[in-house]
């Protein structure tokens, strides 16, 4: 594992910081904008005309052929400079990977540019009411019918569903073989007629995820991915990218930063035990940072995200709900109200906060999942009856 960035490394980030500081403000106005949805579009696009988005992907697509390494730069800057992430984040950082890997070249041209520069938002059907875990059992069934495939089912939990122009969806397209080998990999417009999407809200009260329902839904040909009856692999492949990757240290470092500021309230965290949970956590997330530069590192020898992308997953989504948790006890009894009491605490985020936290532990494979392959494909225990 090689952790020392270069002087032309160095360079690059002087350059991507002078760059977002001087573009920031468009970020910023994300939030605030009448449609946020297409504000955060057009940020996407801006940073991807900068050439601070696809970095390590190839230039025929739409990236910018530099290395893993120059895209954590980006990443890392991108938090220092507290930006939010990206609005296509499950296109960049789940489909796109998988289709550079398993999609064809058609396909390549045809996706990866519009994922990068946020024209085309996506989402992920995989989840259904009885295939979560279990993803192996789903029904979702497509029928090949001249060259469409017909495909009728119901997709759950699906983020991002509800302002997705596309979705890449498992669905089996032979009931006879067993539950692994019937399964296909398709890419579908949400705005083909069958599909209705309904929003779902979560504990937080926020609306990121939907159900959606398929209803004799034409899907052509050439948008199945690699193989008939050959998506299980793929979705193999797309699971290891979703569970990889030092995203989500680096936001969870905004986090911890948070705690720390609320902790120290302006000056020095005067409470020993508050400050040896801050220590505490620095320490985990410094952990984290190492197991995802061991990673990277992994991928810049040309190796895949594998199993090992399950032990950052767990430990990730523990820490997250232990900071979390720690900034709704520091803020006092009133930070578990939510903004509809005239006594709320900071409009309710911290409790928001902490709801979507739990969500880690859940979204991309349960911890208990995360447990079972660790178990199963990096220790070399016996199987369990678990999937993905
Ligand atoms: C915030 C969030 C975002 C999500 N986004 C998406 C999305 O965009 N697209 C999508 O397709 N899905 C999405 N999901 C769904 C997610 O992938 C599933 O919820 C998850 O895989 C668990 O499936 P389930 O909910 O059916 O629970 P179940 O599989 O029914 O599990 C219930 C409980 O049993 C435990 N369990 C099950 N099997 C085993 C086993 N073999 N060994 C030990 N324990 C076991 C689980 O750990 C869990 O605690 C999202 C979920 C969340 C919370």
């Known amino acids: 594992m090689d952790l020392k960035f270069s002087a032309a490394e160095e360079a690059y980030r002087l350059r991507c910081r002078e760059w977002i500081a001087a573009n920031a403000h468009h970020a910023a106005a994300v939030a605030k904008a009448a449609d946020p949805v297409q504000a955060a579009r057009d940020w996407q696009r801006r940073l991807w005309e900068a050439g601070y988005v696809g970095l390590a992907w190839p230039k025929a697509y739409g990236g910018q052929d530099a290395t893993l390494t120059q895209q954590v730069i980006v990443s890392e800057e991108m938090a220092r400079a507290k930006l939010p992430p990206l609005i296509n984040t499950i296109g960049l950082s789940i489909l796109g990977p998988t289709l550079v890997l398993h999609g064809t070249e058609a396909q390549r041209r045809r996706f990866l540019p519009r994922i990068l520069s946020g024209e085309e938002l996506w989402c992920q059907g995989f989840s259904e009411p009885g295939a979560g875990s279990d993803l192996a059992s789903l029904t979702t069934r497509a029928v090949l019918e001249g060259d469409d495939f017909v495909v009728t089912g119901q997709k759950l939990w699906t983020s991002l569903g509800p302002i997705a122009d596309w979705c890449f969806l498992l669905v089996r397209t032979d009931p006879s073989a067993p539950k692994r080998e019937g399964i296909s990999y398709l890419l ?119 199993a090992s992308a399950s032990v950052g997953k767990l430990f990730a989504a523990k820490l997250r709900q232990k900071i979390a948790r720690a900034a709704l006890d520091n803020a006092g009894p009133y930070a578990c109200l939510t903004k509809k009491s005239p006594h709320v605490v900071g409009k309710g985020r911290l409790v928001a906060g902490y709801f979507d936290s739990l969500g880690y532990s859940i979204g991309g494979g349960t911890s208990e999942i995360m447990h079972n392959v660790i178990a199963e494909r990096v220790l070399g225990l016996p199987r369990s009856s678990g999937e993905a």
């Not at 309904?198 to 504990?203: D, E, F, K, T």
């Not at 979705?235 to 120290?264: F, K, Y």
């Not at 000056?267 to 990277?296: K, P, T």
């Open 188 to 306: 579908c417009r949400m705005d083909t007629p069958g599909i209705s999407v309904r929003p779902l809200r979560n504990a937080g009260g926020g609306v990121h995820f939907s159900e959606v329902f398929f209803d004799s839904v034409r899907i052509p040909r050439e948008h199945l991915v690699g193989e008939l009856h050959g998506g299980w692999k793929i979705a193999r492949s797309t699971l290891d990218h979703e569970r990889s990757g030092l995203s989500g240290v680096i936001s969870l470092e905004g986090s911890l930063e948070r705690l720390w500021r609320q902790a120290a309230a302006g000056g020095e965290i005067a409470d020993a035990v508050a400050r040896q949970q801050a220590a505490q956590y620095w320490i985990e997330l410094e952990g984290l940072r190492y197991l995802g530069f061991r990673a990277l590192s992994d991928q810049l020898a040309g190796r895949q995200p594998g």
